[in-house]
């Protein structure tokens, strides 16, 4: 059997009850550590679990599956995953490939990014596309997302963000040499993700993430270190929320008074908040 175990998004005890039962059981147990991170190390894992945890880095989920299901048609193998399993389309292919090869499979959920956002005090139901936020290099400046993000603010939807992970990743010289040399990993912040918001509008022009559009940023949700800063994308610019992980929600029109209420207890500023709010989203604020 392949166990697909998500691991929710902070600590080695997030785990449920059920998937802890597995993982210690199971013959091989792997962690999968290249579409996101726990806010804890293997070896903190390993000992909370007391066995072994294999990495398993992008290379080997994409082209060596084979490797981590092989017996699983006859011995219990456990796949984590932080956050929820079926977060990124990754996990569904190796489920896929199981059922290729006839491979029973079982799926524990949990926590992931696309629900704990709700911490933020927005509802769920008023979210549209979930959309990602690359790196942007100097020759590399991808735009997709800001149509994603102009389809959810003409319903007045919130945006979540996700934010650019580089783990393991090779630069162009290396790959081109043949050389295993990776660089230092990288996370994407708020502020650079605000920063590119506004670059990007700026040759879009739009009106869909200007200065003074109002956005949630999120750090390390779920986690006792959990921060979350209200403010325009442009007051956004300049904040630090500190260590990894970090995403941003960008307010849609329809945002409900007791979600407003709700974040501008963290607002950066309250007066900017109130003014934004009321050129923007819903008038006079009555408090």
Sequence with gaps: MLYLIGLGLSSEKDISVGGLEVVQRAERVYLEAYTSILLVDKAKLEAFYGREVIEADRELVELGSDEILKDAATLDVAFLVVGDPFGATTHTDLFLRARALAIPTTVL??????????????????????????????????????????????????????????????????????????????????????????????????????????????????????????????????QDLGPPLHSLVLLGRRTHDIERDYIRAFAVDTASFDRAWKDRYGGDIKL
């Excluded at 005090?121 to 102009?150: C, E, H, I, K």
């Excluded at 783990?167 to 590119?196: D, I, T």
């Design 109 to 238: 959920p949990n926590a992931s990014i696309l629900s704990a956002i709700g911490c933020t005090g927005l509802s769920l139901y008023n979210f549209g596309q979930t959309v990602s936020m690359v790196f942007y290099t100097p020759t590399w400046r991808p735009a997709s997302w800001y149509d994603r993000v102009r389809e959810n603010c003409s319903l007045g939807l919130h945006t979540l963000l996700l934010l650019d992970i580089k783990v393991k990743e090779q630069s162009e010289e290396n790959l081109m040499r043949g050389r295993r040399v990776f660089e230092p990993p990288r996370y994407m912040s708020v502020a650079q993700c605000a920063r590119q918001m506004l670059e990007t509008e700026g040759v879009k022009g739009e009106g869909v993430c200007g200065a003074d559009a109002l956005a949630v940023g999120a750090a390390r949700v779920g986690g006792e270190g959990q921060k979350l800063l209200c403010g325009t994308l442009a007051e956004l610019c300049e």
